[in-house]
């Protein structure tokens, strides 16, 4: 049973004629009695009397209800189709890691709410690894998250890199360590720390350069705002590694310390990731755009105001 044979009968059902039913359709009407005829074949039973007006069955009766329901249906889907393709998007959803979430995307958000004042805007803050998967299952359109190569190397991933930052050590001006000017990752063995929970790139990259350097990771506190760290360390006993375009903020701030770690530099790159059928999709073409061009400005401005 084809979408075209079900078309067919219901025009041959409402005018009551086989000739009318192809000019309503815009075919001749062989087709429309070519078509009447592959439905009726399918179903096993006739679905028109064929004297004089074509005149329902009790068979074509009873499908008629059900066709109707079906070509309704294909028409809405259709319709949902080409309003996508237009850019007429009912809402469109955005996961962040937290730094993202609160210092990037608020100024994007209302940019883009001017441009396309029709789509709600859903967005979420998340880990890098979980934000990732949830758009690899579907639930969200874009991820602005740490790069996890891992899970954005597969072809369908649109991965445009926005940025790349340092991991700075956070103190309190009070601790033992913010008196040296320069630190390295063995001052930090097994030092007690405020981290990121399980789940955020950040805290993986942190503990796995910890295990690299063969140093223990004295994980005392799990957080996942970036306000929380700060309000932890202030407290005097917790230092954090954290990205520098937080930290650059709160270098003014008398009761925190910030100090860089070399040998090596711990780094982070940050991305935006969709997926290569969503990028077609013109309000999400129109963020992503947006997203890389607003990002990049602002972290250059946030360099520039640190030197």
Same mark, same amino acid.
């Given at each position: 049973?084809?979408?075209?044979? $079900?078309?067919?009968?219901?025009?041959?059902?409402?005018?009551?004629?086989?000739?009318?039913?192809?000019?309503?359709?815009?075919?001749?009407?062989?087709?429309?009695? @070519?078509?009447?005829?592959?439905?009726?074949?399918?179903?096993? /039973?006739?679905?028109?009397?064929?004297?004089?007006?074509?005149? #329902?069955?009790?068979? !074509?009766?009873? #499908?008629?209800?059900?066709?109707?329901?079906?070509?309704?249906?294909?028409?809405?889907?259709?319709?949902?189709?080409?309003?996508?393709?237009?850019?007429?998007?009912?809402?469109?959803?955005?996961?962040?890691?937290?730094?993202?979430?609160?210092?990037?995307?608020?100024?994007?958000?209302?940019?883009?709410?001017? %441009?396309?004042?029709?789509?709600?805007?859903?967005?979420?803050?998340? !880990?890098?690894?979980?934000?990732?998967?949830?758009?690899?299952? !579907?639930?969200?359109?874009?991820?602005?998250?740490?790069?996890?190569?891992?899970?954005?190397?597969?072809?369908?991933?649109?991965?445009?890199?926005?940025?790349?930052?340092?991991?700075?050590?956070?103190?309190?001006?009070?601790?033992?360590?913010?008196?040296?000017?320069?630190?390295?990752?063995?001052? $930090?063995?097994?030092?007690?720390?405020? %981290?990121?929970?399980?789940?955020?790139?950040?805290? @993986?990259?942190?503990?796995d350069q910890f295990n690299?350097?063969?140093?223990?990771?004295?994980?005392?506190?799990?957080?996942?705002?970036?306000?929380?760290?700060?309000? /932890?360390?202030?407290?005097?006993? #917790?230092?954090?590694?954290?990205?520098?375009?937080?930290?650059?903020?709160?270098?003014?701030?008398?009761?925190l310390v910030v100090r860089?770690?070399?040998?090596?530099?711990?780094?982070?790159?940050?991305?935006?990731?969709?997926?290569?059928?969503?990028?077609?999709?013109?309000?999400?073409?129109?963020?992503?755009?947006?997203?890389?061009?607003?990002?990049?400005?602002?972290?250059?401005?946030?360099?520039?105001?640190?030197?």
């Amino acid at each position: 049973m084809r979408l075209e044979q $079900l078309q067919a009968f219901l025009a041959v059902a409402e005018t009551g004629n086989f000739q009318q039913a192809a000019q309503k359709c815009g075919v001749s009407q062989s087709t429309i009695s @070519r078509q009447v005829q592959s439905l009726e074949a399918t179903v096993g /039973i006739l679905l028109f009397h064929r004297q004089g007006n074509a005149k #329902l069955t009790l068979g !074509g009766d009873r #499908l008629l209800p059900h066709a109707k329901k079906i070509c309704q249906i294909w028409s809405t889907a259709e319709q949902e189709l080409l309003d996508l393709q237009a850019g007429k998007q009912t809402e469109l959803c955005v996961a962040g890691i937290p730094s993202a979430c609160a210092y990037q995307l608020p100024p994007i958000l209302q940019k883009f709410s001017k %441009v396309y004042p029709n789509v709600q805007l859903r967005v979420t803050t998340l !880990g890098s690894d979980r934000a990732l998967k949830v758009l690899k299952d !579907g639930l969200i359109d874009i991820a602005i998250v740490m790069n996890n190569p891992f899970l954005t190397a597969s072809s369908e991933m649109v991965v445009e890199h926005l940025y790349e930052e340092k991991i700075q050590l956070l103190l309190p001006a009070n601790h033992p360590l913010s008196k040296q000017e320069s630190l390295t990752w063995k001052d $930090l063995n097994n030092v007690p720390q405020a %981290v990121f929970k399980d789940g955020y790139g950040l805290q @993986r990259l942190v503990q796995d350069q910890f295990n690299r350097q063969g140093l223990r990771l004295h994980a005392a506190l799990e957080l996942n705002s970036l306000e929380a760290f700060r309000g /932890i360390v202030k407290q005097g006993s #917790l230092i954090a590694l954290l990205p520098e375009t937080f930290l650059v903020e709160l270098n003014h701030d008398p009761d925190l310390v910030v100090r860089s770690l070399n040998d090596p530099c711990l780094t982070r790159e940050i991305v935006l990731v969709t997926t290569s059928d969503r990028i077609q999709i013109p309000p999400i073409q129109y963020f992503c755009k947006l997203a890389g061009q607003m990002i990049q400005q602002e972290i250059s401005v946030i360099y520039k105001s640190a030197l």
